[in-house]
């Protein structure tokens, strides 16, 4: 289909035409995508030695709520086809993001650290590759794990906690776990431009750096128990109605 087609169609699916003809051509376009996912993901794990997770193909439901819920035509949905990359901390995360920007010809980069998508962080990588969006989001561990809350939350209370609704003390909770995040991997950010501009490797700190860098360890190790904790006990006592 011409791109003037495949806008059509998705106006119609955001429309409520969800008639046999029109699910079988989306479920056609989406499986369009396979090629390219595939080309990007086997790039990453060949020149980057990750094992990316995701996707060839967004949900034909899925995609329908995405145009129902955006302003957008079906061309412009940029994760269609998508995987994730998780790495160790924010240094790590903006190494990655670089090398990914130089590998592909065509890739425009979405940083929501610095503007979070309703407390979520991460980094977003659009591929074009022979003319098909694929998304490669990179995230840190704790950028992870307050995702998956995210999606606990919204799973087991009101799935429009992940764009910014749902009841206000989960979402101060949320925004309070992004704050903390933000604070510990500033301060990773920090202490690794300190090493790089006096040329000092990691394994052979100074006893002060040793002992910054494991207080930043223990600082993050803390907060992947605390939301934990949260997942076990908060998710579990509101699943049963009570209010954490």
């Known amino acids: 289909m011409s791109k003037s087609q495949i806008d059509r169609l998705g106006a119609r699916l955001k429309e409520g035409d969800l008639g046999e003809a029109q699910l079988r051509e989306l479920d056609e376009y989406r499986r369009s995508f396979h090629p390219a996912y595939d080309v990007v993901v086997r790039r990453i794990e060949a020149k980057l030695q990750l094992k990316p997770t995701g996707r060839p193909a967004k949900s034909t ?23 994730r990359v998780t790495v160790e901390d924010a240094a ?52 992870h794990h307050w995702a998956e809350l995210s999606e606990k939350f919204s ?17 101060k909770l949320l925004s309070g776990c992004t704050e903390y995040i933000v604070d510990l991997e500033r301060m990773e950010t920090e202490l690794a431009k300190l090493l790089d501009s006096a040329n000092i490797p990691r394994e052979q700190f100074s006893d ?9 360890k223990e600082m993050i190790d803390k907060h992947k128990q605390r939301l934990a904790t949260l997942m076990q006990k908060g998710v579990s006592g509101l699943s049963k109605g009570q209010d954490k």
């Not at 890739?107 to 407390?119: E, T």
């Open 155 to 171: 799973d087991v209370i009101d799935p429009n906690i992940k764009y910014g609704a749902g009841p206000e003390n989960v979402r």
């Open 61 to 83: 439901i899925a995609i329908i709520e995405k145009l129902r819920r955006e302003s957008i035509r079906l061309t412009q949905v940029q994760d269609i086809a998508g995987c």
């Open 92 to 143: 790590e995360q903006d190494r990655i993001v670089n090398a990914l920007a130089s590998m592909f010809e065509q890739v425009s980069i979405v940083d929501r650290r610095a503007r979070p998508s309703y407390g979520y962080r991460a980094v977003h990588i659009i591929v074009n590759f022979d003319g098909k969006l694929i998304e490669v989001q990179v995230r840190t561990k704790l950028q």
């Open 208 to 216: 002060s750096l040793k002992q910054a860098n494991a207080t930043a």
